[in-house]
């Protein structure tokens, strides 16, 4: 692979648009890890919905994610958390999804998470293929583990991340453009729609990945073509997710 750009695309959101309301959810987004490998774009394409595609970075590559973390402070439409929810870990793999309308969005390829109840709810109401897993998270010191293995569907998948937290850092352009996402393209009922989401950009930390076991990425039927990249970590953000509009 080619040298990376030194900056981003043209008219590139660094920030999140202006969220159309009424808010559907908010919740936080606490303790994530960020692991990322270039992909070919051509070998992803037929994976997105119609009017979505690979979204590519100016080295010709699109991106992979493993991002595990801690979801907490989930709402629905009301500004209080529901009880029952507290806080519990997902896993996502996602690729980078771009549309006719010029919103950089994320395509999830599977999601984990340690609630049951989350999995036939979205997967109805968002078409997004959440999974059911048991999960842990483990810090010691600046040390973060996250372990998962799937319950259901394919049981035991398993994904294994540790990471070494680090000082914050000034994100690259590539960096920022894997984390500056600003909804999600995902198919429900034979359509495609988008989701929008709004938070303030990812406070991020360099984070040295000294573990890593993973069934999730090829289970997703996704293979890198490139070295990893640096990890990165962030301690949270409080996200904001308006209502699904169709493309």
Same mark, same amino acid.
């Given at each position: 692979?080619g040298?990376?750009?030194?900056?981003l695309p043209?008219?590139?959101?660094v920030t999140?648009?202006?969220?159309?309301?009424?808010?559907?959810?908010r919740?936080?987004?606490?303790?994530?890890? /960020?692991?990322h490998?270039p992909?070919d774009?051509?070998?992803v394409?037929?994976? /997105?919905p119609?009017?979505a595609?690979?979204?590519?970075?100016?080295?010709g590559?699109? #991106?992979?994610?493993?991002?595990?973390f801690?979801?907490?402070q989930?709402?629905?439409?009301?500004?209080?958390? +529901?009880?029952? /929810?507290?806080?519990?870990?997902e896993?996502?793999?996602?690729?980078?999804?771009?549309?006719d309308?010029?919103?950089?969005g994320v395509?999830?390829r599977?999601?984990e998470?340690a609630?049951?109840?989350?999995? @036939?709810?979205?997967?109805?109401?968002l078409?997004?293929? #959440?999974t059911?897993?048991?999960?842990r998270?483990?810090?010691?010191g600046?040390? +973060?583990?996250?372990d998962?293995?799937r319950?259901?569907?394919?049981r035991?998948?398993r994904?294994r991340?540790?990471?070494?937290?680090?000082p914050? +850092?000034?994100?690259t @352009?590539?960096?920022?453009?894997?984390?500056?996402?600003?909804?999600?393209?995902?198919r429900?009922?034979?359509?495609?729609?988008?989701?929008?989401n709004?938070?303030?950009?990812?406070?991020?930390?360099?984070?040295?990945v000294?573990?890593?076991?993973?069934?999730?990425?090829?289970?997703?039927g996704?293979?890198?073509?490139?070295?990893?990249?640096?990890?990165?970590?962030? @301690?949270?953000v409080?996200?904001? /997710?308006?209502?699904?509009?169709m493309?």
């Amino acid at each position: 692979m080619g040298s990376v750009p030194e900056s981003l695309p043209e008219g590139f959101a660094v920030t999140a648009p202006a969220l159309p309301r009424p808010v559907f959810t908010r919740q936080f987004w606490g303790d994530l890890t /960020f692991v990322h490998w270039p992909v070919d774009p051509g070998a992803v394409a037929h994976m /997105f919905p119609d009017g979505a595609r690979p979204d590519v970075f100016g080295d010709g590559q699109t #991106y992979v994610g493993l991002v595990p973390f801690a979801m907490s402070q989930l709402s629905l439409g009301i500004p209080r958390g +529901i009880p029952y /929810f507290g806080r519990f870990l997902e896993t996502n793999v996602r690729l980078y999804s771009v549309d006719d309308d010029g919103r950089h969005g994320v395509l999830f390829r599977s999601l984990e998470t340690a609630r049951l109840a989350v999995v @036939p709810v979205t997967r109805t109401a968002l078409g997004t293929p #959440y999974t059911w897993a048991k999960m842990r998270l483990t810090r010691e010191g600046r040390r +973060i583990t996250y372990d998962s293995v799937r319950r259901l569907p394919h049981r035991g998948l398993r994904c294994r991340v540790g990471v070494e937290v680090g000082p914050v +850092i000034e994100p690259t @352009p590539l960096e920022t453009w894997l984390t500056a996402r600003w909804g999600a393209h995902t198919r429900k009922g034979g359509r495609t729609w988008w989701v929008p989401n709004e938070h303030v950009p990812f406070p991020l930390h360099s984070a040295r990945v000294v573990e890593l076991a993973d069934d999730l990425v090829a289970a997703a039927g996704v293979e890198p073509t490139g070295e990893r990249l640096r990890g990165l970590y962030s @301690p949270g953000v409080l996200a904001s /997710f308006g209502r699904p509009t169709m493309l």
